[in-house]
């Protein structure tokens, strides 16, 4: 079987990196990260990720068009979104934190050939794997900036599947979030395996194959 990982969330503790990368930056700026101000910043970028899911505004202008609105919302248009863009990016890719179980999973995976799907910058997601281990296990990335489409799209996962050539019932996909990696998979018609560490309720009528609370649990499923 070939499994597709997606990192942020999943093998990483995206909201970890985020929250570090986030506080320094801003502290870099004068500004203290408040929870109303992270409250705030997570409202507005969930925005702009949904939008790029759906297709409706490019990558790279909704990630410093995301920083613009937040900045108005503080009052502090001074500061330059491209710039600042930049500079996060370049953090997330040094402050990353391991989601429990992840090496030892992909450990126990081996027999399996691994690959890693993931939205966002190389800048940020190439410099994740290579500090945390994981490139060590996989065997190829696929990241949206350089596939130039985004993961639930069909022509994201039409490409994996032309690098790898992925047998569709041999081929499962594991991930966080709904709307972009299990939808993503279904999209693609390969196994979806929703990782849900958190134990939240989908109110979706997005169904994934299986889910699981543990990257334990994956062993199980692929064997």
């Known amino acids: 079987m070939k499994i597709l990982w997606d990192i942020d969330g999943t093998l990483l503790d995206f909201k970890k990196s985020e929250y570090v990368s986030l506080k320094t930056l801003l502290k870099e700026n004068n500004i203290s990260l408040t929870d109303d101000l992270l409250s705030e910043y997570l409202i507005i970028n969930k925005k702009y990720w949904k939008n790029i899911e759906n297709g409706r505004i490019e990558r790279t202008r909704a990630l410093e068009d995301r920083f613009k609105d937040f900045f108005q919302f503080i009052n502090r248009q001074d500061i330059n979104c491209q710039a600042f863009n930049y500079q996060y990016q370049k953090s997330l890719s040094k402050n990353t934190f391991l989601e429990k179980h992840a090496l030892n999973t992909l450990a126990l995976c081996q027999n399996h050939e691994q690959y890693v799907v993931t939205n966002g910058s190389k800048i940020a997601q190439q410099g994740k794997l290579e500090s945390t281990g994981i ?16 993961k639930p799209h069909i022509i994201f996962f039409d490409y994996v599947k032309k690098m790898t050539d992925y047998d569709c019932n041999q081929t499962i996909i594991i991930g966080d979030s709904l709307t972009s990696d299990i939808k ?16 939240i309720l989908n109110e979706t009528d997005i169904i994934p194959d299986y889910q699981i609370s543990s990257l334990l649990e994956v062993k199980q499923i692929v064997g």
């Open 135 to 150: 490139q060590l296990f996989i065997k190829q990335s696929f990241i949206s900036e350089e596939v130039g489409y985004e």
């Open 184 to 199: 993503g998979g279904i999209n693609a018609d390969i196994l979806t395996c929703w990782y849900n560490s958190e134990g």
